[in-house]
C-alpha cells in the first residue's frame, strides 16, 4: 500500500529537549515536504527536498532542521523546541514531475511543547 | 509573495443541496490547482485537480477554473453529512517542490 508513514503521532516535551519527528514513504517519491499547520493559518510549508542530499527552506523554516540522507526518508529536527512551535506537522511526498497531481500526507503528528 | 485566499466560513449547506467553494489566487503564471479536503484532525487528501480553464467533473465533484479572472472553485453536488470537512485550495506556480501553496482552508457544514 502506497503511504507516507509519520512517528510519533502524538508528543507532548519540554521547551528545549531536542525531539526528532521521522518521515518515511513507499512509493519512491523524489520530493518530499514539511508543512505546519495552525488554526486561522493553515499550512505552512517548513522544509523540502528534491531529492537525496538537496533541501530548502520552506515559508517558515526558524528553529528547525532537517536531513534527506535516504530517499524514502525525511526527519524533521526541533534542537530546541518552545511553545511556539506547538502544532500539527504534516509531511507529504510526491513525484517529481507531477506538479503535485500525486501528493501524498503523513497522518500528522500533534506536537505540544510545554 | 504568493497568495490563495478562501472564504473561512463556516458555509452551512442543506443535505442535497449543492456546495459552492471559492477560491481566489494571486500568481498569474500559476500552472495546477488542487482542492483537498481534510477532516477535523486527519491529514488533507487530494480530490479534484483542474489545469485549464473550464469545468472538470468527477463524481458529485466539479472543479471550475478562470485564470483570466484567477478563480478556482469546486461545486459538490447532492451534498452528503459525510462531505462536512474543511476544503483546502491549493496551487501551483512551478520551481519544484517549493511551489505549492495553500489557503487557509473553507469549513462545510452539512446539515441533514
Known amino acids: 500500500e502506497a503511504q507516507v508513514t509519520q512517528n510519533p503521532r502524538y508528543l507532548i516535551t519540554v521547551t528545549g529537549k531536542k525531539l526528532t519527528v521521522t518521515c518515511s514513504q513507499n512509493?519512491?517519491?523524489?520530493?518530499m515536504s514539511w508543512y505546519r499547520q495552525d488554526p486561522g493559518l493553515g499550512l505552512r510549508q517548513i522544509y523540502y527536498s528534491m531529492n537525496v542530499e538537496v533541501t530548502d527552506k520552506g515559508d517558515v523554516p526558524e528553529g528547525y532542521k532537517v536531513s534527506r540522507k535516504e530517499k524514502r526518508n525525511f526527519p524533521l529536527i526541533l534542537e530546541s523546541p518552545s511553545p511556539n512551535q506547538t502544532s500539527l506537522y504534516f509531511c507529504a511526498s510526491t513525484l517529481q514531475g507531477s506538479s503535485y497531481n500525486e501528493q501524498f500526507f503523513g497522518p500528522g503528528t500533534r506536537l505540544t511543547v510545554l | 509573495q504568493k497568495e490563495v485566499e478562501q472564504n473561512s466560513g463556516p458555509l452551512s449547506v442543506p443535505e442535497g443541496a449543492i456546495a459552492s467553494l471559492n477560491c481566489t489566487y494571486s500568481?498569474?503564471?500559476?500552472?495546477?490547482f488542487f482542492w483537498y479536503r481534510q477532516y477535523s484532525g486527519k491529514s488533507p487528501e487530494l480530490i479534484m485537480s483542474?489545469?485549464?480553464?473550464g469545468d472538470k467533473e468527477d463524481g458529485r465533484f466539479t472543479a471550475q477554473l478562470n485564470k483570466a479572472s484567477q478563480y478556482v472553485s469546486l461545486l459538490i453536488r447532492d451534498s452528503q453529512p459525510s462531505d462536512s470537512a474543511t476544503y483546502l485550495c491549493a496551487v501551483y506556480s512551478g520551481g519544484g517542490a517549493d511551489g505549492l501553496t495553500f489557503g487557509k482552508g473553507t469549513h462545510l457544514i452539512i446539515q441533514p
Open positions: 500568481d498569474r503564471g500559476s500552472q495546477s
Open positions: 512509493m519512491n517519491h523524489e520530493y
Open positions: 483542474i489545469y485549464s480553464n
